[in-house]
T-cell receptor, first 118, second 114 residues
């Protein structure tokens, strides 16, 4: 069975450009999460989806960041007018349910997309 | 707001020695706590989690962690380090209002000396 996949694995862009980062979760997983991991830091929560809807987007840093999951499976994180400070590894994860405190459920992480803004 | 603090950004131990990675939490309500591991060039994976069923939690690869409310700690241990344990380890806690929002610590890099 395939795990969580993310494309591209690396993305280099210029300041001011628009980028899209894609996440393919494990099939059948209801919940999908986006995190950002800067160098030397732990993952920082951005947003999570339950099905097609964003259940909590409180971690999105500003309105340049937007994420969608139109069919409840694949998700795209969109960043407009990129800034050098957006450079980081963007991680996606999925889980069967929303209850990560359950003894039977956990998040499965993808390998990440490394975004570099020049 | 809930948070975790990992003491020591880098820990180095000899192969076969005890591994101890420290994590303290801050929470106004009973927390749910996690340890994740990130091997080089691999995705994050769950080592273990505390969900109040038992204070001593056993995880994968011989790791375990003990929840100590009096010390607000959830330290990760392994009796005997192996070279393959070299990785980045993250302590994490659920957010106050949601069992789905994970707040991560800044991580501890574990190195193993031959």
């Amino acid at each position: 069975g395939a795990g969580v996949s993310q494309t591209p694995s690396n993305k280099v862009t210029e300041k001011g450009k628009y980028v899209e980062l894609r996440c393919d979760p494990i099939s059948g997983h209801t919940a999908l999460y986006w995190y950002r991991q800067s160098l030397g830091q732990g993952p920082e929560f951005l947003i999570y989806f339950q099905g097609t809807g964003a259940a909590d987007d409180s971690g999105l840093p500003n309105d340049r960041f937007f994420a969608v999951r139109p069919e409840g499976s694949v998700s795209t994180l969109k960043i407009q007018r990129t800034e050098r400070g957006d450079s980081a590894v963007y991680l996606c994860a999925s889980s069967l349910t929303l209850d990560l405190t359950s003894s039977t459920d956990t998040q499965y992480f993808g390998p990440g997309t490394r975004l570099t803004v020049l | 707001a809930q948070s975790v603090t990992q003491l020591g950004s880098h820990v180095s131990v000899s192969e076969g020695a005890l591994v101890l990675l420290r994590c303290n939490y801050s929470s106004s309500v009973p927390p749910y706590l996690f340890w994740y591991v990130q091997y080089p060039n691999q995705g994050l994976q769950l080592l273990l989690k505390y969900t109040s069923a038992a204070t001593l939690v056993k995880g994968i690869n011989g790791f375990e962690a003990e929840f100590k409310k009096s010390e607000t700690s959830f330290h990760l241990t392994k009796p005997s380090a192996h070279m393959s344990d070299a990785a980045e380890y993250f302590c994490a806690v659920t957010g106050y209002s949601s069992a789905s929002k994970i707040i991560f610590g800044s991580g501890t890099r574990l190195s193993i000396r031959p």
